[in-house]
């Protein structure tokens, strides 16, 4: 009966290193894609920005709203985010009735270009390390 009930114990284990695992290449991941953004010249907010903004689906407008949904931050925060982005010359503004809708600007298409590519690069090497934390992550779950 101790034998199973280390065997527990050890599965249960596994489960807390696969996903501490995951979470730890995670984090290197995002850690590489601030440094990238910060070497484009963007606080790593103002890349998420921009990357909503050019990433939303074709059924969604750009909306401030839409952005703070996407980017998980308050409205007033996402409001001072496109702020700080349109002083850089990385939006712009416009009306639609009573919505603002935040548009990239051709500096902000060309920064987010360049950061996409290291980012994609990154990921190309990062990703098989990444896919396979998450499959023991997966598998762990499967043990009792």
């Known amino acids: ?21 995951f979470r730890y290449h995670i984090r290197e991941y995002l850690h ?6 910060k070497l484009a010249g963007l606080e790593p907010k103002q890349y998420q920005l921009l990357l ?15 952005l703070a949904h996407q980017l998980r931050t308050r409205h007033h ?15 712009k503004r416009s009306r639609s009735g009573s919505y603002v809708l935040v548009q990239l600007t051709k500096k902000g298409e060309r920064t987010l ?21 998450l499959q023991q992550l997966i598998n762990a779950d499967e043990l009792p």
């Open 32 to 37: 590489f894609s601030d440094q990238a953004a």
């Open 113 to 133: 270009a360049r950061v996409v590519d290291k980012r994609l690069r990154e990921l190309r090497r990062a990703g098989p390390v990444l896919v396979k934390a």
């Open 52 to 66: 909503a903004v050019k990433g939303l689906p074709d059924d969604v407008s750009p909306t401030v709203s839409a």
């Open 1 to 21: 009966m101790t034998r199973k009930r280390s065997s527990q114990t050890g599965s249960r284990n596994s489960r807390y290193r696969a996903l501490a695992e």
């Open 77 to 91: 925060s996402t409001v001072e985010l496109v702020n700080r982005a349109e002083r850089n010359g990385l939006v």
